[in-house]
């Protein structure tokens, strides 16, 4: 792609801030530049800044440098999203060019952050680090991104395309339900992957189409370009509500699709995959052992502390961040921790993951993420759901206040009983999901329990409700059902969450 592409798209940037802080233009005219980078504004009128991270995998370095650019234009936290993005929020309008160009000066680029783009590619957090791991996925979704990021077409689809690999038969990253999704697979000694296209969550949520058995790695590229300009050529430019890909897909069906790929397929020419370099393996964290008799340590290891592929002492280590939000000092301080690992994941559950962690320094490491409220101590702000209608402009209920509501009775639920609620955390925690509205950011069709928000008329007023949707089987593809009875009001979801609980998996 022409190198001036995107120094265009900056200019652009930095002339549509400047005429609608000037009053030239209005949000919906700035939306035209600026969602394409990511950026959107919030409905308190500041901004929020979307920054890609490939498959969660962030080296330190940049990690380093987000920090100092947030810093130094006045962005006090850091969110982590369920596409495992970095989002700055609470940006002046004034701020948002300089923050773009330094952070791309410096090799983290503002492509496809938004708008009707290619997103950031998903992959598992634990690939490469996990026994679970048939493979590591984390080199080909940034192939994928590097590939993607030079297609003209990429940039202008009629909606946005998801794309996202996992690592495991468990398909962490729900590869099932994106525009395009891979499962790492291994056929004959090679390597390769199982292929979905044309599922996704939102509005008449849909699994993927199996459109390969198995793909071998070198046909990766063709396989991407071929969704992509089916896409390009038959995404609904007309009716919005129906330009995702999985739309095309119901309209024709199928099997329909299925042709349409393979004829697709036939006529776009290999591409040549480059060579597939391992991301770098981690030194393991050491830090000074201390002596540890509290029984909270033995509770949180049974949560937080995973096997790794690099021997029986090193394990890695999952850092919870409430609601996906850290201080940048805290998010300083966890770089500082992680030392010379390289680099750290995020999780599509909004946290953080630390790759090699000697046996010897998890006690340590507990006190220090135990000052920083990292550990998972409390439900409060575990559950994964979008940044809600007190933050998003199109938001319909604040689905973090909904998230407290459960939280605060699971901590009820399991008070007194530490063992218990550490035994069944990682389940709960990977069951229950929330969006603020039926886009779906917060994933809530992909859980066992999910809730969406919605306004009902109850005698002329519009009150908080929540649709509930039960039984996704991401193993299966199977996504959550919900049928006209499943509809509570707001204040109700705590209840409803601890007797569902009780009755399916506690």
Not at 42 to 62: A, E, K, Y
Not at 330 to 356: H, M, W, Y
Not at 389 to 403: E, N, Y
Request: charge should be positive; aromatic fraction near 8%; include cysteine.
């Amino acid at each position: 792609m022409d190198k001036n592409f995107w120094k265009e798209k900056y200019e652009n940037l930095k002339t549509g801030a400047e005429n609608f802080s000037s009053g030239k233009i209005n949000s919906a005219e700035f939306k035209k530049s600026a969602a394409p980078l990511g950026i959107y504004e919030q409905s308190n009128g500041r901004f929020m800044v979307r920054i890609r991270v490939t498959g969660g995998h962030l080296p330190l370095s940049d990690a380093r440098t987000i920090i100092g650019v947030a810093r130094k234009h006045g962005a006090g936290s850091i969110h982590l999203t369920t596409r495992q993005d970095l989002q700055l929020h609470e940006v002046a309008t004034e701020r948002i060019h300089p923050i773009v160009t330094e952070l791309n000066d410096n090799g983290i680029l503002f492509r496809g952050g938004g708008g009707d783009t290619y997103r950031n590619i998903v992959a598992c957090p634990h690939s490469g680090i996990s026994p679970d791991s048939v493979f590591d996925v984390q080199p080909y979704a940034k192939i994928a991104d590097e590939f993607l990021r030079e297609q003209e077409k990429s940039f202008q689809l009629s909606r946005k395309f998801k794309a996202g690999f996992s690592c495991c038969k468990d398909d962490a990253s729900m590869a099932t339900i994106q525009d395009l999704g891979f499962i790492a697979k291994i056929a004959e000694g090679k390597r390769g992957f199982e292929v979905y296209a044309g599922g996704g969550m939102g509005r008449e949520s849909s699994a993927g189409v199996k459109i390969f058995d198995f793909l071998p790695e070198d046909e990766l590229l063709r396989c991407i370009k071929a969704v992509l300009v089916i896409f390009h050529d038959h995404g609904d430019r007309i009716n919005r509500a129906k330009a995702r890909l999985r739309f095309y897909v119901q309209k024709i069906g199928a099997e329909e699709f299925k042709k349409v790929f393979n004829e697709y397929y036939q006529r776009t020419e290999k591409i040549s995959l480059p060579k597939v370099t391992r991301a770098f393996l981690p030194e393991e964290l050491k830090l000074p052992k201390k002596a540890n008799d509290d029984k909270d340590f033995d509770y949180w290891s049974l949560y937080a502390i995973s096997p790794t592929v690099f021997g029986k002492d090193i394990s890695s280590v999952k850092i919870f961040v409430p609601n996906g939000n850290i201080s940048l000092s805290d998010f300083e301080e966890v770089c500082n921790i992680a030392g010379k690992t390289g680099f750290l994941r995020i999780s599509q559950t909004q946290d953080i993951l630390l790759p090699a962690v000697h046996s010897g320094s998890l006690e340590p490491l507990y006190e220090v993420l135990s000052r920083l409220n990292l550990t998972g101590g409390s439900f409060s702000g575990l559950l994964t759901c979008c940044v809600g209608a007190t933050v998003c402009k199109i938001g319909i209920l604040d689905s973090t206040s909904i998230a407290k509501t459960i939280s605060e009775e699971l901590d009820k639920l399991f008070a007194g009983d530490p063992e218990n609620r550490a035994k069944h955390l990682p389940i709960i925690l990977n069951s229950i999901k929330i969006s603020g509205c039926p886009n779906a950011c917060g994933g809530h069709p992909s859980a066992v329990l999910g809730f969406q928000g919605m306004k009902k008329n109850v005698d002329g007023k519009l009150l908080p409700f929540l649709k509930v949707y039960k039984g996704a089987d991401m193993k299966n593809g199977r996504l959550a059902a919900s049928s006209e009875g499943d509809i509570i009001p707001a204040e109700k979801a705590g209840e409803y969450t601890r007797t569902f609980l009780k009755l399916s998996l506690l």
